[in-house]
């Protein structure tokens, strides 16, 4: 129920209007960078400026899986010297450019995981050792044959380690305000930006405060 209004002093003066032409200012709307229930294989986890710590400081990690249990993604956006023909040369005429390994995360670095984005009219069959994260983007069995999987695919990026948070070690940073949660897309997957470059592209096509964070230092340790 709306309050009753106070009945006017007959004493008092009206208040000044204001000076034509002028109008108050906008308020600053609020620095949105969503919550536990945002995240979801294919989100993006964005670290923010209040991150500092230096594994994740400037990182864009893409989400593979979320549940009660924890969290997994790898990190985009850091190429490796290593070359995947070196490693895994049925998979090199696959590989997307720099045809190198990225690295995935601080968790299990000796563990090569790959996402490929699928341009298929229909599902991949099964056996064909792909499995879906979101949308396009699945992961592929390294251990399977890649022949078959040639011209279906738009390409395929090779990570060396993960990033991974336990129950509950998530929802507590992004309340701490370390991350903000966005959309992503297949070509965040595959795409040939890396480092700072990626995280500036990615807070760019937010919408309010967050695109305006795009001009700040992706590592805060830069400034």
Known sequence: MNPVPAS???????????????????????????????VRPGALLVAMPALTDPTF??????????SDTGTLGVVLG???????NDVLPGWSELAVEPGVFHVGGPCETDTALCLA???????????SGLRPVAGAVHLVDLDADPEPLAGQLDG???????AGWSSGQLATELAEGAWACVAGSPADVLTGAAGPELWRAVLRRQAGRLAVLSTAAADPSAN
Not at 19 to 30: D, T
Not at 57 to 66: F, I, K, P, Q, R
Not at 156 to 162: E, H
């Open 156 to 162: 395929v990026r090779v990570f060396a380690g993960y």
């Open 57 to 66: 400081a400037g990182a864009v990690v893409y989400v593979l899986d979320h």
């Open 8 to 38: 006017p002093d007959p004493e008092r003066r009206p208040a000044a209007s204001p000076a034509a032409g002028r109008r108050r200012g906008a308020a600053v709307p609020a620095l949105s960078v969503g919550c536990l229930d945002d």
């Open 78 to 84: 850091r190429p490796s010297e290593v070359r995947i």
């Open 117 to 127: 984005s699928w341009t298929g009219d229909v599902p991949p069959a099964a056996g």
